[in-house]
DNA sequence: CGACACATGTAACACGTTACATGATTTG
DNA sequence: CAAATCATGTAACGTGTTACATGTGTCG
């Protein structure tokens, strides 16, 4: 639910129409994730439904709508702008990946977790050019781009960590097995 | 599109039902992340739509379906497992919060920052107290809790940066402006 | 029998996303 | 005028997700 709230925070700065919205997406996230402006007016229609946002006919530059928040948006937005208890953690596709790879048939994880750590290096490499060619002028992009960073390490670091990990059960083969626990998500689960 | 693909890679070691699908998906993620079972039937519908799993009426071990996985399953299979060219960074919603956070009339942007951080730590702390208790028995548990500790440390990193460059920014007010960089989305699209 | 676990399924909705249609306005 | 740009909108589809209905088998 980002570019909802997305949306609502521009909103939150004064009447704007959905165009307008769509550049200005582009520009707060250093034009790095781009935004059809078809789901600008989607999300609109929707946020209109939920009564975030409403239309005000008085507000408008020229031939354009005008799109103004509401109270309840403002709330929604403050709401979203605070941090919120994560239950559970997020479904991360590459640890699934690596988790179900362990026992398909005819595919070595190891093999998997190399390569996609390749991958990454070369991502890391990438972003890490483009952050010194772009210099410190534009804020955004440098922001996205350390986030970016800072993401790749963190899944390279575990993917060797998990290689590690994996590496060891394979030289702990024929040892006598370890009990399983049980109930795990309760102890996950944040009270 | 994890779901689809777990499934997709249990049924890779042979025929399974339903019930069975869900319980092993748990089971393989550590039992942190639910499934619910409803999902897995919706899921295996949509994928013997797309020809990728096939119904099997001989292998069923009593009253339950079974579904085996086609060979276009198990190319779309391996196609996943491996890494492929982002071309653009993933959304990553709390980024975007921050980035347009910085211009929400009535809000301070670095409190924001700070507000997250606090959340994230405690969240390092609950997690890193799971590992220690768990004990290294699950190995499963012990994965997807690494993950979540690195990917929570990557993002704190980040807010310290952010915050960094944020503070820099104010204290740079009134200085000659820098001029902005254009077209920066064809030099982070990946050739 | 009643409760419970097993097992399957569906209707409905959420958000994200895109391709496409349609006017209006500007500009060469 | 024709092309390009501005601006709005919609129909359709994808995955994820849940609440709910339904039937079967088992066990005390």
Redesign the pocket.
């Known amino acids: 639910?980002?570019?909802?709230h997305a949306l609502l925070a521009l909103l939150s700065e004064g009447p704007k129409?959905?165009?307008?919205l769509q550049q200005e997406f582009e520009a707060r996230t250093g034009e790095v994730w781009p935004l059809?402006?078809?789901?600008v007016?989607?999300?609109l229609?929707?946020l209109e439904r939920d009564g975030l946002v409403a239309f005000d006919d008085e507000a408008s530059d020229?031939?354009?709508?005008g799109f103004t928040i509401t109270d309840h948006g403002r709330e929604e937005l403050l709401a979203w702008l605070r941090p919120s208890v994560a239950e559970i953690p997020p479904?991360d596709e590459l640890v699934i990946k690596i988790l179900v790879a362990i026992q398909v048939p005819g595919v070595e994880v190891r093999d998997v977790i190399q390569a996609h750590r390749r991958r990454l290096v070369e991502s890391m490499q990438r972003y890490t050019r483009i952050k010194a060619e772009a210099g410190p002028g534009d804020m955004r992009l440098a922001l996205v781009v350390d986030a970016e960073l800072f993401r790749l390490e963190g899944v390279v670091r575990w993917l060797d960590a998990a290689d590690s990990r994996i590496g060891q059960l394979a030289s702990e083969r024929s040892d006598q097995p370890v009990g399983s626990s049980e109930a795990t998500l309760e102890r996950l689960a944040i009270r």
């Open positions: 639910m980002s570019v909802r129409y959905g165009l307008k059809n402006v078809g789901q007016y989607t999300t229609q929707r020229g031939p354009q709508k479904r």
